[in-house]
Nanobody
């Protein structure tokens, strides 16, 4: 069973950038859809972005379109979330999620569609 670990969170000023990374613990990430979710303080977990295991299909929440990009390197077993033009409302715990999938171009956007979750990494956007 694949396990995932997030890294790259921290404190950044509004307008700044951060790059989050999700890595597997020793096993291949190939054949797994990967997604990023976040949970702002006092709110429910929400979808941020997802990428198919083939890497050619991705989907973003409207709130991050044009600011965030998602990419993956199956040879390195990593999925990255590049976050630019960060806003205070992006403050949240960010979670990486994964789900094994047969088809290379599928993405999932609902948290219940994923069965592998990381522990999360805190992102704080504040001046």
């Amino acid at each position: 069973q694949v396990q995932v670990v997030e890294s790259g969170g921290g404190l950044v000023q509004p307008g700044g950038s951060l790059r989050l990374s999700c890595a597997t613990s020793g096993r291949t990430f190939t054949n797994y859809v990967a997604g990023w979710f976040r949970q702002p303080p006092g709110k429910e977990r929400e979808f941020v972005a997802a990428i198919s295991w083939g890497g050619l299909n991705s989907h973003f929440a409207d709130s991050v379109k044009g600011r965030f990009t998602i990419s993956r390197d199956n040879a390195k077993n990593t999925v990255d979330l590049q976050m630019n033009s960060l806003k205070p409302e992006d403050t949240a715990i960010y979670y990486c999620a994964a789900k094994r999938e047969r088809y290379s171009d599928y993405v999932f956007i609902r948290p219940e569609e994923y069965d592998i979750w990381g522990q999360g990494t805190q992102v704080t956007v504040s001046s």
